[in-house]
């Protein structure tokens, strides 16, 4: 097991966001190689996914409109799935591909990132994984492993920049003098993070006169 440690930039300790961070760092024991395997399978299922939408016939006993949903859906996933696998980072001693393995989050009302970083630095794994689940905590224990080389690699990682974000509702709230706000940070499949603020009267919407629009 080896333990991979943030870096001072800037006076502060930065934390990678993901093991291709640490791979960049450490060219002398990580390299990226050509999966072939893995593209030429979702490309496979990309193409039979097309070939549902334009032939839904296919499937008889489904209606035709949800196989070419299904498909199109499946056809953009694994199309994107095929995209991304095309490189791996591979251990250049013993060649085995580096894949995760788990991540451990915390939660920051009850746990903090001082005594989690120190925890960290002193290898004291077992405190670390015995600290409450949570996932809004800036940093996460992250483990990667090398199969082939029966290794695993244990790195701090950042949790989301949307964090930052997310801990500054209080100001948000008081520079917009809003009762209250909702953040999601970040938007589930958008590179954005989403600030709700509700109107300063609430008024109240009834079903029925929701179900009777035109939209609707």
């Excluded at 050509?34 to 039979?48: D, E, Q, S």
């Excluded at 940070?185 to 603020?197: F, R, T």
Aim: hydrophobic share 40%; net charge negative.
């Amino acid at each position: 097991m080896e333990q991979e440690n943030g870096k001072i930039i800037e006076g502060e300790i930065h934390y990678p966001s993901h093991f291709g961070e640490v791979y960049d760092a450490m060219p002398e024991k990580f390299e990226k190689r050509k999966n072939l395997v893995k593209p030429i399978i979702y490309w496979g299922l990309t193409a039979v996914c097309v070939l549902l939408v334009i032939f839904p016939g296919w499937l008889p006993f489904i209606n035709p409109w949800i196989i070419r949903v299904a498909g199109i859906i499946g056809a953009i996933i694994c199309g994107l799935t095929a995209y991304a696998a095309d490189l791996c980072i591979c251990n250049r001693t013993s060649g085995g591909e580096v894949k995760h393995y788990k991540t451990k989050k915390f939660i920051s009302s009850m746990t903090d990132r001082d005594d989690i970083v120190a925890a960290f630095n002193r290898h004291d794994f077992e405190y670390l994984c015995s600290l409450p689940s949570g996932n809004d905590q800036p940093v996460q224990l992250q483990v990667e492993k090398d199969e082939k080389g029966h290794e695993l690699y244990c790195i701090l990682v950042t949790y989301t920049k949307g964090y930052k974000i997310v801990g500054l509702a209080d100001d948000i709230k008081l520079n917009l003098a809003a009762a209250d706000i909702r953040i999601e940070a970040p938007i589930p499949g958008k590179a954005a993070v989403g600030i709700e603020v509700p109107n300063k009267e609430n008024t109240a919407v009834m079903l029925r006169d929701l179900l009777e629009t035109d939209e609707f």
